[in-house]
């Protein structure tokens, strides 16, 4: 039964690999760049016994002629080939198992993500409290923008004349 769950989590990590950075991927074959990755996330490459050439060569051997990817069972086969390599000193079949332990279960590694971070010049800008002026006129007491009224100088269209004390008394006068 532990044969069968660790095969699925290793179809399931190959899966995973496969689909990682491209968006049109299915999850069905595997490219040599996700290959390396996978090496490399699941500690397969080690720098002395197995390094990047050797999985190269190995994704090489194992995929077909024309062929610029490999399947499931490929992959399975590249392992196989590493396997006795990575560990020395165990046999074919377990270090078969030991390499397919490595990659099981396992998930593509977003290393170097960039992080948007306020900082300098950016902060001052963003910063309302410091705005003077006219410019101050543009936020509510909140810091949130005002928008077009914030912006702008509305035209009063009523007819008078702006700072007119008398507004809006001209039809009282006249009907007297």
């Not at 595997?30 to 490399?40: R, S």
């Not at 490459?45 to 002629?65: R, Y």
């Not at 963003?126 to 002026?133: A, E, L, M, N």
Request: hydrophobic share 30%; glycine share 8%.
């Amino acid at each position: 039964m532990a044969r069968s769950e660790e095969m699925a989590s290793l179809e399931e990590s190959f899966r995973k690999f496969a689909i990682y950075g491209d968006t049109k991927a299915t999850g069905q074959e595997m490219n040599g760049k996700n290959w390396a990755k996978l090496c490399k996330d699941c500690k397969v490459t080690d720098g002395k016994s197995i390094t990047s050439t050797d999985v190269d060569i190995v994704f090489s051997k194992v995929k077909g002629k024309s062929a610029r990817v490999i399947n499931y069972e490929e992959f399975k086969k590249a392992l196989e080939e590493l396997a006795p390599k990575r560990f020395k000193d165990k046999s074919k079949e377990e270090a078969y198992e030991a390499i397919c332990q490595l990659v099981a279960g396992k998930e593509p590694i977003n290393v170097g993500v960039t992080k948007a971070r306020t900082v300098g010049a950016v902060e001052r800008l963003t910063d309302t409290s410091k705005y003077t002026g006219s410019h101050k006129e543009r936020f509510d007491e909140s810091g949130k923008g005002k928008g077009k009224s914030g912006r702008e100088n509305i035209v009063d269209t009523s007819g008078y004349v702006s700072a007119y004390k008398n507004a809006g008394t001209y039809d009282a006068k006249v009907k007297k």
